[in-house]
Nanobody
Framework: QVQLVESGGGLVQAGGSLRLSCAASGRTFSLYPMGWFRQAPGKEREFVAAISNRGGRTYYADSVKGRFTISRDGAKNAVYLQMNSLKPEDTAIYYC????????????????????WGQGTQVTVSS
C-alpha cells in the first residue's frame, strides 16, 4: 500500500551537510510513525532518528543527536533528515521506514518495529 523512496544522498566532505528526503505514497502515510536507519558495510542496520505520526515527537540516536534533525510534511507525503556536521563515520546507506500501525502514538528505534522500507540512498562523507 505505502511505498517509500529515498533521495538526497551523495558525497560530502567532513563538516558538510546533506538533506535526505523520503517520498511516500498511501492515504494513511501521515499517521505512520517514521524512522531513518543506516547501514555501513559489514555492520548491522542501526537506528538514526524517528518521528511520531503527525510529527509531534522526535527521538535520535546518541551518535547523531545535535547534528541531525528529522521532520515530516504530511501535505507533501514526505519525511526529511537534515544532516549537519557530517563525519566520516556517518558514511552508510540511509533508509527510511514506516510502521503501518496508524493507531499508535509510539516512536520506534529498532528495525523489526517497522514494516515498510525504502531502497536506500548512499551517503559518503570524506575526510
Amino acid at each position: 500500500q505505502v511505498q517509500l523512496v529515498e533521495s538526497g544522498g551523495g558525497l560530502v566532505q567532513a563538516g558538510g551537510s546533506l538533506r535526505l528526503s523520503c517520498a511516500a505514497s498511501g492515504r494513511t502515510f501521515s499517521l505512520y510513525p517514521m524512522g531513518w536507519f543506516r547501514q555501513a558495510p559489514g555492520k548491522e542496520r542501526e537506528f538514526v532518528a524517528a518521528i511520531s505520526n503527525r510529527g509531534g515527537r522526535t527521538y535520535y540516536a546518541d551518535s547523531v543527536k545535535g547534528r541531525f534533525t528529522i521532520s515530516r510534511d504530511g501535505a507533501k507525503n514526505a519525511v526529511y533528515l537534515q544532516m549537519n556536521s557530517l563525519k566520516p563515520e556517518d558514511t552508510a546507506i540511509y533508509y527510511c521506514a514506516a510502521d503501518r500501525n496508524m493507531y499508535t502514538t509510539m516512536i520506534h528505534t529498532t528495525v523489526n518495529e517497522y514494516d515498510v522500507w525504502g531502497q536506500g540512498t548512499q551517503v559518503t562523507v570524506s575526510s
